[in-house]
Every structure is written in structure tokens, then in C-alpha cells.
């Protein structure tokens, strides 16, 4: 499916149907989730500010590798998955979250970041007010677009809109993982948990409730591997190559953040994400059918294994 970064209407496309899943079931997720994403923008897209509507869609499209919404499918895929549509619009309000994070942290005063997924950061692209903007209105319209999605489940609801706001906000989301990064001292594994593990960890529960599941134990999965992402990271951030990473390295010693090679060593952080990838296996609470979720670990692993 093409994917246009130019502002405009859009006809509205409605998520695929289990009836239409190809043999292959990591396409048909990325099939759900740029779908999912293309109807959370279409509403009121054609009455946006034109270079709004153009830095939004030049933040979520094309996309990194959609772990995020991914994680959240493959919980409510081995949850049963009852109400796709509700699980795609909790995809989608992830992974809207996920790239609104990334334009603030690329901004001028975070970052000050050149690149993001191989082409340039979107306040490069469109100018710094404007990317401020876009990474609010992603924000806003992934609370929009999940509550717009529970219209039809009005009892989960209130539950979705808290993991979500949880996994985002203070004290233990990644916006309070950002905000440890302006501290003069910070526990290194509470800003991992903070600042990557809270958002994986909110896909993982997001999928769960969507599919009428209790989030307890998928929380721990999502937490887990959330933080061996992190530690990949750093490791990322110190031995990696801007080129395959797709946005500069080295920040970390740059902007004095926390990172696991720097606390730890690079053999013990590679042992580090190690354990927690093993950890996250071991978490998988009992459900109907665990093979979606061991896919998506084993893809989560060897993709943070390609970029080191």
C-alpha cells in the first residue's frame, strides 16, 4: 500500500478483516496498523492547516518498525482478538504516541536531531513551531481516536484512556523518561523503564483490555522487553552506525543521559538485554494462543540484533 506525506483528504479506509489476512501474519499486522493510522488521520484532516497536516503525516509515515502497535495486535491476537477494530485503533493511538515522542525529542532542545528514519526530522522539514505543534496534536488525536474506536465498548474505555495516559505522562511514563534526562542524577534503570519500557508496556496492556483481557501480566512482557530496547539503544548509541540506525549516535555522552554502556560496560549491557528478552519470554501470562506474541519477541529481538 502506498503511503502518501503530503497533506490533503483522504477517503477513509476501513481495517482489514480476518477474512482478508494474507499467509503471512507480520504483514498483515503492518497492514492494519498504516490503515488503523490512515483512519485515525482522515476525520478532520482536509480542515488542518495544510503544513500541519503535512508535518503530521512526515511523523508517522513511512514508519520505523511499527514494534509498538505490533506488540499491542499480537496481545490482542493471542487474547482472541474479539473486537479488531478497537485493537487497531489502540495500535494506532500507540504508535501516534510513539512518533509524537520522537519529534519532540529530535527538537533543538532536546536533541537537536538532523535525521529520523533516514530523512529529516520533521522540525527540519517543516520549520520548529510546526513540529512542536504536530507532536501535540499526535498526542491529542491518539486519545481521539481510541475513545472515538470504544464508542461500541463504553466499559473499557476508561480503562484504555488511563494505560495510555500512564504509559505516556508522570511520574512512570516517557515523558517522565525525558524529563529524567534534565536531572543532574538519575537511576539508570528507572529512566529505561521510564523513557522506552512505559510505552511498550502500555501496547502490551492497550492490547489486552481491547481484547477483553486483564493487562497484568502482558504489562510485564511489554515492560521487559521495553527496557531491553532501551539497553539495545544505548548499545546502539555507542558502538552503532548513524547510516543503519537511520538518526545520529552518540547523543547519549553529548547530552549526558544515562546509558547502560556507559554504567555497565559493553559486554554486560549485551548481557543485560539478553536477560530481559528472556525475562519478557518467561512473562507471557497463559491465553488462547501464545504463538502471535513469541513471533513478535522473536522479530523484536532480531531487529534490535540488526541495528547493534
Not at 36 to 52: I, K, M, V, Y
Request: charged share 20%; glycine share 10%; net charge negative.
Amino acid at each position: 500500500m502506498e503511503i502518501q506525506t503530503t497533506a490533503g483528504p483522504r477517503t477513509h479506509r476501513t481495517p482489514p478483516t480476518s477474512a482478508e489476512a494474507p499467509s503471512n501474519p507480520a504483514l498483515f499486522q503492518v497492514t492494519r496498523i498504516e490503515r488503523a493510522l490512515l483512519s485515525a488521520l482522515q476525520p478532520g484532516e482536509g480542515h488542518t492547516p495544510p503544513r500541519l497536516a503535512g508535518a503530521v503525516r512526515h511523523a508517522l509515515f513511512p514508519g520505523g518498525g511499527r514494534l509498538r502497535p505490533k506488540l499491542c495486535l499480537a496481545v490482542a491476537t493471542a487474547c482472541g482478538d474479539p473486537d479488531p477494530h478497537l485493537a487497531d485503533a489502540a495500535a494506532a493511538a500507540i504508535e501516534m504516541m510513539h512518533c509524537a515522542s520522537l519529534v519532540h525529542d529530535d527538537l533543538p532542545c532536546f536533541d537537536a536531531a538532523d535525521t529520523r528514519r533516514g530523512q529529516p526530522t520533521v522540525h527540519r522539514a517543516f520549520g520548529e513551531s510546526t513540529a512542536v505543534l504536530a507532536g501535540d496534536h499526535l498526542i491529542v488525536l491518539a486519545f481521539e481516536h481510541i475513545a472515538r474506536a470504544a464508542a461500541d465498548a463504553p466499559r473499557k474505555l476508561p480503562h484504555l484512556v488511563s494505560l495510555l495516559a500512564r504509559g505516556v505522562g508522570a511520574p512512570f511514563g516517557l515523558i517522565a523518561g525525558q524529563a529524567w534526562e534534565s536531572e543532574p542524577r538519575v537511576d539508570a534503570s528507572l529512566y529505561r523503564r521510564a523513557k522506552t519500557g512505559a510505552l511498550f508496556e502500555a501496547a502490551a496492556a492497550l492490547g489486552a483490555v481491547a481484547a477483553g483481557a486483564s493487562p497484568q501480566g502482558w504489562s510485564v512482557v511489554g515492560a521487559r522487553i521495553g527496557e531491553a530496547y532501551q539497553v539495545a539503544d544505548d548499545i546502539l548509541d555507542v558502538a552503532g552506525d548513524p547510516g543503519r540506525a537511520g538518526k545520529p549516535v552518540g547523543q547519549d555522552a553529548t547530552h549526558g543521559r544515562p546509558n547502560a554502556v556507559h554504567e555497565h560496560g559493553f559486554q554486560e549491557a549485551c548481557w543485560l538485554f539478553e536477560r530481559l528478552v528472556r525475562d519478557a519470554g518467561d512473562a507471557i501470562p497463559p491465553c488462547a494462543d501464545p504463538e502471535p506474541i513469541r513471533a513478535w519477541l522473536r522479530e523484536a529481538e532480531r531487529r534490535a540484533r540488526s541495528l547493534l
